[in-house]
Each structure stands twice: as structure tokens, then as C-alpha cells.
């Protein structure tokens, strides 16, 4: 697979992993021995950063769409993300409204299903 592909499927910003890995092309095998057991960048890269859009917008609460309006648009490093949870800006007190109305609508339409 690309290595943009194997990226998303680890969860990290492809831009901040290796150059081989950047390069080169990822089996199954070797994406499935990375989950299994991650080298030290990958490791690093989970653990500080730089995340890309859906792990950051997992963070913080919020949608990808919600980082867009909120002016994110680019990876950040999770010191960057606790800055932002600590400064808790009125867009993100929005965002993460909107992302529990979401929610909610979501489990009532499941419950109606399951009651069909």
C-alpha cells in the first residue's frame, strides 16, 4: 500500500515519519508487525506528535470539519493540543457542543432502528 495509506491506518502524520517510510511501498505483513510492535519513531510519533487532523480532532472532542472552523488546519504535537485544551477558546467549547448533539442524534436513530 502507499505509504499515505499505511500512515492513516497507524494514525500518524506521514510528513514526520521516516524518509524510507515515505518512500517505499507497506505490505500487509509490515503494516501488521508496526501495529504489533512499533519501532521507536512510531512510538514518538504516537506518543508527541505531530498528530494529523483525525487524531487531533479525536483529542480535542470535536469533528475534523469542527478543527477547519476553529482556523486548525495543519498537524499538531500533543503539547500543542493540551494548549489548546487548557486555553479552551470559545470555538472549541462550541465544536465539541455541536460533536455531543451529534452524538445523541446518532444513538436516537439507532435506538429507532433496533425498535423496527
Known amino acids: ?26 505490505s500487509r505483513d509490515e503494516l501488521n508487525a508496526l501495529q504489533a510492535e512499533p519501532p521507536e519513531w512510531l512510538r514518538e510519533l504516537r506518543r508527541n506528535g505531530p498528530h494529523p487532523r483525525a487524531v487531533i480532532a479525536a483529542k480535542l472532542g470535536i469533528s475534523i470539519s469542527g478543527l477547519a472552523r476553529g482556523g486548525i488546519t495543519g498537524a499538531l504535537t500533543t503539547e500543542q493540543i493540551d494548549a489548546v485544551k487548557n486555553e479552551n477558546p470559545d470555538w472549541l467549547k462550541r465544536e465539541r457542543e455541536t460533536q455531543a448533539e451529534v452524538r445523541k442524534e446518532e444513538a436516537r436513530l439507532n435506538a429507532a432502528r433496533s425498535d423496527s
Open 1 to 26: 500500500m502507499k505509504p499515505a495509506t499505511a500512515a492513516k491506518k497507524l494514525g500518524v502524520y506521514l510528513e514526520a515519519t521516516p524518509a524510507e517510510f515515505q518512500e517505499g511501498v507497506v
